[in-house]
C-alpha cells in the first residue's frame, strides 16, 4: 500500500475540506502517470480533531489506490469520486469508481488484503460502520463509511 499523508502541525484540529482535498492533490500527483483516472472531490468544510482526520486520511489513501490499482484498464481510464457531507451530527463519507467492479468472490468479512482490514479497524476506531459494494447504474465501486460526531467537532 502506497501512502501519502499529511501530519503537519496544522491539522491537529482543522478543516476535513483542506485536509482531504490535499490528501487527494497529494493522491493525484502519486499517481499522475494514470492520466485517464480522474479524481474528483465534493467535501463539506466542517472541523474534525486531528484524531478523526489522521483515520480519514488513511482510509482515503487506500480507498483511492484500490480503485487506482484494481478498477479500471489503463487504456480506457475512469473517475473515482469522493464525497463527504454533515448532517447534523451524522458524517457520511462516500468513495466510488466507476471501474470493473469488486471481484465475484468478494466478501467484506473475510478481505485478505491489509488495506481493507484496516479500513475496517479504523471505521471501528471512530465508532463508525463500513461498507463497500458494487454499483448497478454505473458499474464500479462504492464505499460508504458512516460515523457520529459531537455537535462543534470530533
Ligand atoms: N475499487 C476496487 N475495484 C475493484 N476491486 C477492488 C477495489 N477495491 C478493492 N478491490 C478488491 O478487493 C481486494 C482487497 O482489497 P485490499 O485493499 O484489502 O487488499 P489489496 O489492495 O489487495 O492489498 P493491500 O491493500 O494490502 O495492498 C483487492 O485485492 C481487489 O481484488
Ligand atoms: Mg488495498
Known amino acids: 500500500m502506497r501512502i501519502a499523508l499529511l501530519s503537519k502541525e496544522e491539522y491537529k484540529e482543522g478543516s476535513v475540506k483542506s485536509y482531504i482535498e490535499d490528501l487527494v492533490g497529494s493522491l493525484r500527483n502519486l499517481f499522475s502517470s494514470s492520466t485517464k483516472v480522474t479524481i474528483d472531490t465534493r467535501i463539506e468544510d466542517f472541523n474534525l480533531s486531528s484524531k478523526t482526520l489522521f483515520a480519514l ?4 489513501n487506500e480507498l ?4 487506482m490499482k484494481y478498477a479500471f484498464d489503463e487504456k480506457s481510464g475512469g473517475s473515482i469520486q469522493v464525497f463527504l457531507s454533515k448532517k447534523e451530527s451524522h458524517v457520511r463519507l462516500t468513495i466510488q469508481d466507476n471501474g470493473r467492479g469488486l471481484p465475484e468472490d468478494f ?6 488484503g491489509f488495506g481493507l482490514t484496516l479500513v475496517k479497524m479504523l471505521c471501528q476506531q471512530v465508532g463508525g460502520s463500513y461498507l463497500i459494494e458494487n454499483r448497478e447504474e454505473t458499474g464500479g465501486t462504492k464505499s460508504i463509511l458512516k460515523f457520529k460526531v459531537k455537535k462543534s467537532s470530533a
Open 57 to 60: 486520511g488513511i482510509i482515503v
Open 64 to 67: 483511492i489506490t484500490n480503485a
Open 107 to 112: 466478501a467484506l468479512e473475510e478481505a485478505k
